[in-house]
């Protein structure tokens, strides 16, 4: 906990379970499609950068989970 004079609600913030667990979450509603978890809508970027990261995680994520639900329903199939 880092020494402060704010309430103890605010400084809930600096807890790096709580940072690492928004970020995954952030991460997984930007890659799966179609699943809304509602944590990327109250993300906001705070630069080039990382507006870059979500559109590229985005794409991905729209390229490579059609293409693995595909081949677990067997209509691709790897070869042997």
């Known amino acids: 906990m880092i020494a402060s004079s704010a309430p ?3 400084q809930s913030q600096y807890d790096p379970w ?3 667990a928004e970020r995954f ?3 997984v ?3 799966i499609p179609l699943v809304k978890l509602g944590v990327d809508e109250r993300w906001e970027p ?3 950068c990382s507006e ?3 559109t590229v995680h985005m794409f991905f994520g729209w390229l490579v989970a059609p293409l ?3 081949a677990l329903a067997g209509i691709i199939k ?3």
């Open 52 to 54: 870059t990261y979500a």
């Open 46 to 48: 705070d630069g080039w």
């Open 18 to 20: 709580r940072k690492g």
């Open 68 to 70: 693995m639900l595909a």
């Open 29 to 31: 509603d930007l890659f």
């Open 8 to 10: 103890t609600v605010s």
């Open 25 to 27: 979450t952030c991460s």
């Open 78 to 80: 790897w070869p042997s």
